[in-house]
T-cell receptor, first 115, second 112 residues
Framework: NAGVMQNPRHLVRRRGQEARLRCSPM?????VYWYRQLPEEGLKFMVY????????ESGMPKERFSAEFPKEGPSILRIQQVVRGDSAAYFC?????????????FGDGTRLSIL | GDSVTQMEGPVTLSEEAFLTINCTYT??????LFWYVQYPGEGLQLLLK?????DKGSNKGFEATYRKETTSFHLEKGSVQVSDSAVYFC???????????FGGGTRLMVKP
């Protein structure tokens, strides 16, 4: 499958635990974006990364959330000490470059549930 | 900042009916515009795009025209099918940080 791969598809955590979400971009894509979708809402931008660099994290909460895209391996979105309000679908997208007319291709998302 | 406004759903139509989902935007400069579709439990799939004024994007019978004078990008289809039932998102990319700004989504339900 040459598409954007996210795992796990579903993740259940208890309050206070850590959640790690993984994203492998499409082959040949070096730009990765994370979005969050709350129930019955649209997607909200969180963070934009290129290999080993965070380009824009203006949509990501300052505390408990972090993202990385290492030289080798998938991009990781990490949420520490999760709370009920973190329950959402988290989508990763990738693109080959940063031109605005290049569409972003999305994975199937990780649905995070906090007990 | 940039924003996208879509008509609220759900939109319920009978098979073979004409579809319009309204989308208007606010942005500086000349954004690229997109429609994405989301089927239950899945991610977003690109449906069509337009990158400059008066461009018409089209795919699978869906069309949308980039109208700069009315800042709109309405989605249309002449004859919907049950399989078109999904949530449709209008989005723009203004290259300011390269993020996509999404509308709230419009749920379409097509009945046989």
């Amino acid at each position: 499958n040459a598409g954007v791969m996210q795992n796990p598809r579903h993740l259940v955590r208890r309050r206070g635990q850590e959640a790690r979400l993984r994203c492998s971009p499409m082959k040949g894509h070096s730009h990765v974006y994370w979005y969050r979708q709350l129930p019955e809402e649209g997607l909200k931008f969180m963070v934009y990364l290129q290999k080993e660099n965070i380009i824009d994290e203006s949509g990501m909460p300052k505390e408990r959330f972090s993202a990385e895209f290492p030289k080798e391996g998938p991009s990781i979105l990490r949420i520490q000490q999760v709370v009920r309000g973190d329950s959402a679908a988290y989508f990763c997208a990738s693109s080959p470059g940063q031109r605005s007319n290049q569409p972003q291709h999305f994975g199937d998302g990780t649905r995070l549930s906090i007990l | 900042g940039d924003s996208v406004t879509q008509m609220e759903g759900p939109v319920t139509l009978s098979e073979e009916a004409f579809l319009t989902i309204n989308c208007t935007y606010t942005a500086t400069g000349y954004p690229s515009l997109f429609w994405y579709v989301q089927y239950p439990g899945e991610g977003l799939q690109l449906l069509l795009k337009a990158t400059k004024a008066d461009d018409k994007g089209s795919n699978k019978g869906f069309e949308a025209t980039y109208r700069k004078e009315t800042t709109s990008f309405h989605l249309e289809k002449g004859s919907v099918q049950v399989s078109d039932s999904a949530v449709y998102f209008c989005a723009l990319n203004n290259n300011a940080g390269n993020m996509l700004t999404f509308g709230g989504g419009t749920r379409l339900m097509v009945k046989p």
